[in-house]
């Protein structure tokens, strides 16, 4: 059996090698480090497969986030709801532009943001919404876009572990995560389901003045040259990864596939172990890529299930430990923990396990054996 890693981006390397090294090469015998023609490319690559109108690259999965709220032409103390259980990026950029984090709590079954909360936290300043599509799961947009819709609210979807999925509505139409709010953000981070071999990000949208403001803020707030009309960022996806995301981009369905085939295998084997509760696909079977299969412990064993896990060198992600609301930068008096039921119990019960597109069945079979035989030793 082969090494089990969380990722294995060596392996993924070795299958793309000739292809990957061809293309990176060719950025460097060109000297066309900087938005040289794989990053054109790629975007009109991206936007093809997302079926969205515009995509503006940049460096990276925060920034998108940060660019996307700056194009929103909003004031100090509006209020943006996110959900209590993401990574910190998503709140982080809120507070950094001097708007107001507003955390809701997630559903119990999908860890996405819950949409009865969401409509409770509405206030007179709340200016956005921006659901995550955390593990690969895109959140119940049918709900969000309802009420984004009725409060007049702006809807940035956070794709970074999304990209790839569809959603699909009650009406049967079939949308990419990230193209169906006004503007969607993603990530290239290595280990993301589409990685570049370093920084990099996106930011979509079907909105023609909103592409036209986020094209001029990624470039230092600049429309014409040298004219600067707005407070602007330097954010700009590499030549480089660029060319590595032009390899990697018509693998990205087979990718996820085989993400999805892997979480099939871990949840068959977790059939019968009743102190566990294995993801639940919510909408059809493209709405989740399984970014990572992450499991609920029951019994109040996770910890000492990671203790044990680590004693085998099985790797594996608790994501997240801290719900945002209980961090200390993101701490407010206006927050209830009761408010919080479910992201408390979350951050106590889940636990990811390895989960990538070379993930083989000998390695899962191995994982699952050694996990099983935990629960059952303590039965007995
Ligand atoms: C990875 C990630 C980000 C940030 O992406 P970077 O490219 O690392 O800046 C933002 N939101 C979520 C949900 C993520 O998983």
Do not use: W
Not at 66 to 71: E, G, K, T, V
Not at 72 to 101: N, R
Not at 201 to 213: E, S
């Amino acid at each position: 059996m082969k090494k089990i890693q969380m990722v294995d981006l060596q392996t993924q390397y070795e299958f793309i090698k000739d292809k990957v090294d061809n293309s990176v090469l060719e950025v460097m015998k060109n000297g066309t480090f900087i938005n040289g023609p794989s990053v054109s490319e790629f975007q009109s690559n991206l936007e093809s497969y997302l079926n969205v109108k515009h995509v503006i690259p940049c460096a990276n999965g925060t920034d998108a986030l940060q660019i996307a709220l700056m194009s929103l032409e909003l004031k100090p103390g509006d209020e943006i709801i996110t959900s209590d259980f993401t990574f910190a990026a998503t709140v982080e950029v809120i507070a950094l532009l001097s708007l107001t984090p507003v955390l809701v709590d997630v559903d119990i079954d999908t860890f996405n943001i819950d949409c009865d909360k969401v409509v409770k936290a509405i206030t007179s300043k709340t200016k956005a919404i921006i659901p995550v599509h955390l593990f690969g799961q895109v959140a119940n947009m049918e709900k969000l876009m309802s009420i984004a819709k009725t409060h007049k609210l702006f809807l940035i979807e956070d794709n970074a572990q999304g990209i790839g999925s569809t959603y699909e509505f009650l009406n049967n139409t079939k949308v990419k995560s990230g193209a169906i709010g006004d503007i969607g953000t993603t990530s290239f981070f290595p280990s993301k389901n589409l990685g570049c071999f370093g920084d990099g990000g996106a930011i979509f949208t079907n909105d023609d003045d909103l592409a036209h403001t986020i094209r001029g803020i990624v470039n230092h707030g600049m429309y014409k040259r040298y004219h600067h009309d707005v407070v602007g960022v330097n954010s700009r996806l590499d030549s480089i990864q660029a060319a590595v995301l032009n390899t990697k981009l018509p693998l990205l369905d087979f990718y996820n596939e085989r993400r999805k085939q892997a979480s099939l295998f871990y949840s068959k084997r977790f059939e019968s172990n009743q102190y566990l509760i294995t993801p639940i696909v919510k909408g059809n079977c493209q709405s989740h890529v399984f970014h990572q299969y992450t499991l609920r412990v029951i019994n109040g064993m996770r910890d000492a299930l990671a203790d044990y896990l680590s004693e085998l060198k099985i790797p594996f992600g608790i994501y997240y430990p801290i719900p945002l609301h209980r961090q200390k930068a993101y701490i407010d008096i206006r927050y209830n923990e009761n408010d919080f039921k479910t992201s408390n119990l979350m951050s106590e019960q889940v636990i990811s396990l390895p989960m990538h597109s070379e993930l083989e069945e000998d390695q899962i079979d191995f994982i699952c054996e050694k996990i099983n035989k935990f629960f059952k030793d303590q039965d007995s």
